[in-house]
């Protein structure tokens, strides 16, 4: 054999060798809600510093807004046409996506949902995720113990009709407080009498700010307001602020993000419950390179972990402070 032959058959080697290699690379989706909402922006960051351990190469997308279906219906069928043999995801219509999904489950594609569940939540094939639930639970505790026995009238800020995080935080959150409400499988939000005022913030500041203003009018002796997230936390202490009541209202949220700790350091959200992002996306990835290698796909619901984190602590409700709030958290810190 000459050398013009060894090196043409050395080349077709190192070529079908790495065929074999790409082939061989577990592709895995992510596709998050939006792309500038702090938690999924570090859920990101979680899937690509897992994948890159792993060896899997990551796709990655997310919808225009919160609530955006039909961009994500294009992104799981654009990643299946990709070759991604798992895809992670947040889904914004908790019933709307579930026909796309089933597609892809028919094509062999294990879809794992993250932080939000589907409606129904065997849906897919697994999830992994906070217990909204029991975040709810642990805000409305701390909530009940901060109100210090005063007659509580309360305002939400909630994410919006029918979808299940929202409506596990917030039922949640009446029952931790010990009012009456909606068990955790129930996507209606429970109205006990002790609540005055309802409003949808879709998780957004502006809106959050909106809806407080418009509670306050209907109701302006207002002394306890859950939100669905520290934005529309935030944005509710501006309205509280403007009004010259931030000092007399308390304020609960779900999320962690670092702005969010800050805002509880601050004194302007009483309390948080921390949920962990990077773990859901990590957990994700895992499930899917096992998947793509061994055949084994995931299944059922994993907790990943929530914290709450307190500006004061209070009798009888476990917290950690906001340096604990702070190592944990994601965002700019």
Request: charged fraction near 20%; include cysteine; hydrophobic fraction near 45%.
């Amino acid at each position: 054999m000459n050398r013009l032959s060894t090196l043409g058959l050395a080349t077709a080697l190192a070529l079908a060798a790495g065929a074999a290699m790409a082939q061989s690379q577990p592709v895995i989706g992510l596709i998050t809600k939006t792309e500038t909402n702090p938690f999924f922006v570090k859920m990101k960051e979680g899937a690509a510093q897992a994948a890159k351990a792993k060896g899997a190469k990551l796709l990655s997308g997310a919808g225009k807004t919160d609530g955006d279906n039909a961009g994500q219906v294009a992104l799981i069928e654009n990643f299946v046409a990709a070759g991604a043999k798992t895809i992670l995801i947040t889904p914004s219509d908790a019933k709307a996506i579930i026909p796309t999904i089933k597609k892809a489950q028919e094509k062999g594609v294990q879809v794992i949902a993250l932080d939000s569940p589907t409606d129904p939540a065997d849906a897919v094939n697994a999830l992994f995720a906070t217990d909204n639930y029991k975040a709810g639970v642990l805000i409305g505790q701390y909530a009940k113990a901060a109100l210090g026995g005063k007659k509580p009238v309360i305002a939400t800020l909630d994410l919006f009709p029918g979808h299940p995080v929202g409506a596990q935080r917030h039922n949640g959150f009446l029952q931790g407080f010990g009012l009456a409400s909606n068990d955790a499988k129930n996507n209606e939000l429970a109205k006990p009498a002790e609540v005055v005022c309802m409003a949808d913030s879709f998780g957004d500041r502006a809106k959050g700010q909106t809806g407080m203003e418009n509670c306050l009018q209907k109701n302006p002796a207002i002394n306890l307001v859950y939100t669905i997230n520290e934005p529309a936390a935030a944005g509710a202490y501006n309205a509280l602020k403007a009004a010259g009541k931030e000092k007399d209202v308390i304020i609960v949220s779900v999320d962690g993000g670092c702005d969010g700790i800050k805002d509880v350091a601050a004194g302007k959200i009483a309390a948080t419950s921390q949920q962990y992002p990077l773990k859901m996306a990590s957990m994700g990835v895992d499930a899917g390179v096992e998947y793509a290698k061994g055949g084994k796909k995931a299944s059922g619901y994993t907790d990943t972990g929530v914290t709450l984190i307190a500006n004061k602590a209070v009798a009888g409700v476990d917290s950690k402070d906001t340096k604990v709030g702070l190592d944990l958290c994601w965002g700019k810190k």
